[in-house]
């Protein structure tokens, strides 16, 4: 079955570690997201990649890093510059970005506390 | 700035129907979306607006007033399953998703 899987579903880190979140599709898609959500808030966009080797920051990107060497792999780390990084992060991918009736796929999640 | 706005949190009895309703404002418009989020799992895509009018799909229905900047979501016969966040994004003149808060919807037997 064709999907977007993320791991780990839950993650601890220690305050001044680096982390990293996979995300992994076999859809075929172009597009690839990263997007991060808080209480009360919504979602709101980390970085994106519409082709292999190449992403741009979304509304949040500071503290974060991508990489896009497969079409099928987008990585997130979280790093200690990021100061709240405590949230839900959320992958996504589509084919075509700008296209209005672009639908996203989104793979399950991973929740990241910092202790 | 941009802005969507949905009600935080709204109560429905099983087999009932429920409207929940989302105002915008964004640098243009390139279509509204619907998505639901059960707790802790991952939003799937429930519905597409992007013309005036009602798009029905099942038990749910999707109604979109470009003029207003408005749009709601309608679901018929609630089930115990129905009970999620209800998403709705717009997407602006760049074609970025614009993301509301999402609307919490309680079903009660």
């Known amino acids: 079955d064709g999907g977007i899987t993320q791991s780990p579903k839950y993650l601890f880190r220690k305050e001044g570690q680096n982390v990293t979140l996979s995300c992994e599709q076999n859809l075929n898609h172009d597009a690839m997201y990263w997007y991060r959500q808080d209480p009360g808030q919504g979602l709101r966009l980390i970085y994106y990649?519409?082709?292999?080797?190449?992403?741009q920051k979304g509304d949040i990107a500071e503290g974060y890093s991508v990489s896009r060497e497969k079409k099928e792999s987008f990585p997130l780390t979280v790093t200690s510059a990021q100061k709240n990084p405590t949230a839900f992060y959320l992958c996504a991918s589509s084919s075509l970005m700008n296209s209005g009736a672009n639908v996203l796929t989104f793979g399950a999640g991973s929740r990241l506390t910092v202790l | 700035g941009q802005n969507i706005d949905q009600p935080t949190e709204m109560t429905a009895t099983e087999g009932a129907i429920v409207q929940i309703n989302c105002t915008y404002q964004?640098?243009?418009?390139?279509?509204l979306f619907w998505y639901q989020q059960h707790a802790g799992e991952a939003p799937t895509f429930l519905s597409y607006n992007v013309l005036d009018g009602l798009e029905e799909k099942g038990r749910f229905s999707s109604f979109l007033s470009r003029s207003k900047g408005y749009s709601y979501l309608l679901l018929k016969e609630l089930q115990m399953k129905d009970s999620a966040s209800y998403l709705c994004a717009v997407r602006d003149s760049n074609y970025q998703l614009i993301w509301g808060a999402g609307t919490k919807l309680i079903i009660k037997p």
């Open positions: 964004t640098s243009g418009f390139n279509g």
């Open positions: 990649s519409q082709i292999v080797n190449d992403f």
